[in-house]
């Protein structure tokens, strides 16, 4: 029997980073698998590759008897139970900056879509009609945009933001130290964010806590005729609550790539006819999907490829690739501050050396 460990590419990814895992270890591309045929077919494999569309639920992990790594070639990781896979012992990986520009472009271009009726004045030529005057725009120059979250594409949507000549406000649940060095945007709290955005811009992870975020009593408050973009989760902006705002006027409009239950085909908040829909495809773009590819498949080699007798959990890697804390960490980091605070000694930091 072979001793090279297998890989299963569970949802399509960009052959570069197919061809990087091929070329050290046994590879199968087996996609559109649901949860029995996964179970089925991942018992013999030491790695996983997903992105949006595959579950890896504790009883695929319980088919598995040989996984030791869990790869999401994208930012989110609400579709692996990381819970489970933490208590086993298995290595969730993903690639938290490869989608970040992409997204943050989209935010922007549907921002663009919205403010300038794009999508009804490319219907309405294309249907005979020269509706020149009707379609009055809003300029973003000067306009308030309020971003709830402020990780690593929220910071890509300010910068864009700001180039365009808006004021930026940011609520972000929990203060790091990105948002406090950032000079040019104002930490606010939500309901403050609310009332005082003409544009509202969704960039947190989909988590228990942030599941119908943007509800009923929130879009009560929002400031009358704002716009409201969701290219986060769907699952944080509470539909019904949204088509009532819409349909109230509260909000002037809205423009979602993501949807509680997807695909959306039919989707009652698709259909309105103030909603901009987009298929979830804020992160596919080609430079995107090849950045993702890679990045996990070089964690997966260096897991997979990592020495067994490795007492000290050393890892070799470009020092290019060494992040501070706050960067990836921020709640790792909140607690060392407050260890370090209280007791005045730093135990058991984390080692990196150059080499």
């Given amino acids: 029997m072979s001793s090279t460990p297998k890989i299963l590419i569970a949802d399509k990814i960009a052959q570069v980073g197919i061809d990087l895992l091929a070329d050290k270890f046994e590879v199968l591309v087996k996609t559109g698998m649901n949860e029995d045929e996964l179970c089925a077919t991942i018992g013999d494999f030491d790695a996983i590759v997903v992105r949006s569309a595959t579950k890896v639920t504790a009883k695929v992990m319980d088919a598995a008897p040989k996984l030791r790594v869990i790869a999401r070639a994208g930012a989110g990781l609400d579709n692996v139970d990381t819970a489970t896979a933490k208590e086993r012992g298995i290595e969730v990986v993903n690639a938290p900056d490869a989608n970040t520009r992409a ?3 989209h935010t922007m271009g549907l921002i663009l879509a919205l403010a300038r009726h794009l999508p009804e004045a490319d219907y309405s030529l294309k249907h005979g009609q020269w509706k020149k005057s009707a379609l009055l725009g ?3 120059y000067g306009k308030t945009l309020g971003i709830i ?3 690593h594409i929220g910071r890509e949507v300010a910068i864009r933001a700001l180039a365009f000549g808006m004021r930026v406000l940011v609520n972000q649940r929990r203060r790091t130290p990105e948002l406090d060095l950032e000079g040019d945007v104002q930490p606010v709290d939500l309901i403050d964010l609310l009332k005082r955005s003409d544009i509202i811009s969704v960039h ?3 988590r228990p ?3 119908g975020l943007i509800g009923e009593k929130e879009l009560a408050v929002v400031k009358k005729g704002a716009y409201l973009i969701n290219t986060a989760r769907g699952s944080i902006v509470d539909e019904d609550a949204l088509l009532k705002a ?3 006027g509260r909000l002037a409009g809205a423009a979602l790539d993501v949807f509680t239950e997807e695909p959306a085909v039919g989707s009652a908040v ?7 829909a987009t298929p979830h495809i804020a992160a596919s773009t080609a430079d995107a999907q090849q950045a993702a590819a890679i990045t996990v498949a070089e964690k997966i080699i260096s897991i997979l490829n990592a020495p067994a007798d490795n007492p000290l959990s ?3 890697l470009p020092v290019d690739n060494v992040f501070p804390h706050e960067e990836i960490d921020p709640a790792r980091v909140e607690r060392l501050v407050k260890r370090f605070t209280a007791e005045k000694i730093l135990k058991n930091p984390p080692i990196v050396s150059e080499w």
Avoid: K, M
């Fill in 103 to 105: 997204v943050a472009e």
């Fill in 138 to 140: 809003t300029g973003l």
């Fill in 149 to 151: 979250g402020f990780g």
């Fill in 204 to 206: 947190v992870p989909l």
């Fill in 209 to 211: 806590e942030t599941v």
């Fill in 246 to 248: 819409l349909d109230s």
């Fill in 270 to 276: 698709v259909q309105h006819p103030r909603v901009i």
């Fill in 314 to 316: 050393l890892r070799v």
